[in-house]
């Protein structure tokens, strides 16, 4: 049960800002972790406590990384968090929780369920791993939903088609100063179109097709 339990989400970009909503949905109070300012403050201005880890293993007994980076969660954060703290991640392969440490400085390590871990520490504490620190929600929850996975899809094969018959056209695709290529806000306004009506198969949303005449 999540409900009353301090949970730290590490990262608040897409996947911490949905990872977050859904903790504090269940009714866990959710701290947040975050390096880039602007993305604290919007964490802030959301009604979360923005803390660090080494604040947050006071207090938290549920540990979500988000961020995509490497050693999120070290041997120091493992020495000082409360008995039987669960420990999962789901932003970016199994970098991010430094899951080697547990393995070399824990006393035990004991499989509970398939995919759960729960780790003996010398000092006598536990600490529980889902998915052995990789993507929790493919390795624990299996998957994402075929719908879920064409949201992504969907935009990707657009955006292709369009670089493809349209590659002299600036308005395709804004270039940002590092590289960085943006969909245009037509494509995106399709896939969403297209989503949203397939999945409420509701006609009278074709009366929104005009709005897309204006990109």
């Known amino acids: 049960m999540l409900a009353g339990k ?4 590490a990262g608040y970009g897409d996947v911490g800002k949905g990872c977050a909503q859904a903790l504090k949905a ?5 701290l947040i972790s975050e390096i880039d300012p602007i ?3 919007q964490a802030a201005m959301e009604g979360y ?33 409360l008995d039987d703290s669960i420990v999962c991640n789901i932003g970016h392969f199994n970098c991010e929780i430094d899951v080697d ?4 400085n824990a006393k035990s390590k004991d499989l509970v369920q398939p995919q759960v871990h729960r780790y003996t520490m010398k000092s006598g504490r536990h600490i529980i ?16 939903p075929s719908f879920v996975m064409s949201n992504s899809f969907t935009n990707q094969v657009l955006a292709q088609i369009d670089l493809w018959t349209n590659p002299k ?12 290529c943006v969909v245009s806000y037509h494509l995106c306004l399709s896939v969403c179109l297209s989503l949203v009506m397939a999945y409420l198969m509701c006609s009278q949303l074709l009366s929104f097709l005009f709005f897309l005449k204006l990109f």
Do not use: D, P, W
């Open 6 to 9: 301090v949970a730290i989400v």
């Open 26 to 30: 269940y009714g866990a109070r959710v």
């Open 39 to 41: 993305c604290a403050l």
């Open 49 to 81: 406590e923005v803390t660090t880890m080494e604040e947050a293993v006071k207090t938290a007994r549920i540990y979500v990384t988000t961020t995509g980076c490497t050693s999120i969660v070290r041997g120091e954060h493992f020495e000082e968090m």
């Open 101 to 104: 440490y547990l393995n070399k």
């Open 129 to 144: 791993v889902l998915a052995e620190g990789r993507l929790v929600n493919l390795g624990c929850a299996h998957g994402h």
């Open 169 to 180: 056209q600036s308005i395709c695709v804004k270039v940002l100063s590092k590289k960085v």
